[in-house]
């Protein structure tokens, strides 16, 4: 898999972008717990109600207030207030959007630095709770007993007229001290968030008694916080949008990309090649391999990233809510690396079949395609049927087995987080009890907490699929790596112009490769242009390979091979193969028109020049009955026409290429003797320059040929004419009489 990553180069801008967007959605969709957390403890516990720093308080208040401060706290209080005389500014002023009713002094909120506001947050909290924490005390005479006899005082022998505010501004410093430090002990006992939440309960009270509306001011925060919310989900959800279509881009870029090569790198197969891939397999690397490549890369993108983000997010951010309680994400992610652990040790020996289970129904379904007029013939059908089942069976039983593996796990996944919920909940209500945590933040916690599961769970995914997206980035890179046997030279030579076409075997020896012996031996011959020269032998002799040499489907083993003087390895194969019209064994057409086949030997050919090979590949009398014409369809391999008709298309399209050199690899054999001489004839007199090597099994397609050279065994046994040969060469005797008469012979 990691040798294709080369592919993902041009899209590395791509990829950068979606990590930015993505690291956007995760912080948004962090966000949003956090805002929730809010609206409970803010919105609806404290009424809207934000810090513990009133944004509008009376003289009176602020007064007692300001007992509990030293004298360097009150100056910097009182400095970000601004004082309002109902006297001089009227009765009737506006704060957060409510018109109220003041009958005395008051002090409003000017200041809004951040760092300000943290230090007055702080500072009222204390303040306020101080003297909320007084009034109580005071309700209750025990306890203001005992709060005085603690200080040292006697409540009974406090002056007429003198209240307890002005009592505690007198005290002696040892008294104050006392009493400071008392209070930081209750604010200690009571904890940060429970000393602002009190002191905000004041800032409440304070507000209902100045007129400001409760109601108004909870609906404000709450709308407020509710539309931040929903422009956060906004960002969240175009972000998630372009990542997807950044995703799915660059996954189809990919997968188009890798494709292209792999087509590119088959084209480029020599035989050799060919026979380490079957067709099958290499259907299914350029296909169903890719394709679990790119889904891989899909999830990549979207998951491989986002998780960690939202995974190390979630955690800083649960710890902030509800550090006492990390054990209960820990225990979550614990149990569900055990689950995966568990799947992935039993899912992933039947993905690394997969792959190969595919390969082999392919090839089932593509013999029974190809050969099924052979299998109709033998009624072989049931037999066939039953070969596909046991292919079919393999694979859908591997696939049933990894799905019903995977599906169990959600399952599971979902007793997990229910779970861990519930724990949440169980753990969270002593602690919010205990005045520990507020209601919010355990909610919101518990949100961190599927978040930060749920980005196990995708990264636990992702790992899952990735064995299987592994094999299949392995068998790609096979074939993407493997290096041709035949190469072109660094700096390839050029045939003399123009190329006449003179084909040279020196001492050709071959053997393929890892056989231990030639197929051919010392093969020379030399095929002159305007020439006919006809290789002919048993089945088996070598006849083909002789011929598979000169376009370069092998390379000799041992001599040479030249054209016009010049090593055929020594110049490219394209220059090669442009001076060659070749015509195989097997006649292949592609599906499309009569036209399009024939333009594969030229596409610039013009109208006359596809007629006349038409012409000479006799091929005029069922191309032209139809109506259609060359524009007639041709169907996937040509199966719409005879093995007649097919061959002499196949002798069409090579001549449009109008080459220096034609090879016919026994292109006559689906063709009668009348087709055969007719055709014969139209090439003697059409190609009379080009240099013409003929494969055949035929000793009457060869009767009037310039050169015979006879194979046996690999190895030359004759050259000559038919006459010749039939008086010097036994090998050649036996197959002409073995196929003619007498007569026919003389």
Known sequence: MIRLLKYLKPYSFFILAAIIMLFIQANADLALPDYMSRIVNIGIQQGGVETAVPSIIRQSRLKQALVFLNEADRERVLSSYDVVDPNTAGNSITVNNQEIQIQESVFILKTTDAGEMDWLNGTMSKALAAVTGLEQMLANPEQAAQMAQSMGMNLSQLPPGMDIYQLLGSLPPEQRATLDSALEQQFANLGENMLVQTAILSVKTEYEILGLDPGVLQNQYILRTGAIMLLVSLVSVICAIVVGWIASRTSAGFARDVRKAVFEKVESFSSTEFDKFSTASLITRSTNDVTQVSMLVLMM????????????????????????????????????????????TIAIPKFKLIQKLVDRLNLVMRENLSGIMVIRAFNMQQHEEERFDRANQDLTGNILFINRVMASMFPFMMVIMNGISLLIIWVGSHQVAQSNMQVGDMMAFMQYAMQIVMSFLMMSIMFINLPRAAVSGDRIAEVLEIKPMIKDPEEPAEF?????????????????PDADENVICNVSFTAHPGKTTAIIGSTGSGKSTVINLIPRFFDVTEGQILIDGVDIRSVSQHDLRQQIGYIPQ????????????????????????????????????FVYANQEGLAAEISQGGTNVSGGQKQRLSIARALVKQAPIYIFDDSFSALDFKTDAALRKALRDNSARSTLIIVTQRVSTILYADQIIVLDDGMVVGIGTHAELMKSCQTYREIAMSQLSIEELS
Do not use: C, H
């Open 301 to 344: 993108v979207r998951m491989f990233f986002f998780a960690p983000i939202m995974g190390v997010g979630g955690i800083i951010r649960a710890m902030d809510k509800g550090s006492s309680m990390w054990w209960t994400i820990a225990l979550a992610v614990v149990i569900l690396l055990i689950l995966v652990t568990v799947v992935f």
């Open 496 to 512: 003399p112009q123009p190329v006449r076409g003179l084909v040279e075997f020196r001492n050709v020896s071959f053997r393929y």
């Open 586 to 621: 097997k006649s292949t057409l592609f599906s499309g028109t009569i036209e399009s086949n024939l333009r594969f030997g030229d596409e610039n050919a013009s109208a006359e020049l596809l007629n006349q090979a038409i012409s000479i590949a006799q091929a005029g009398e």
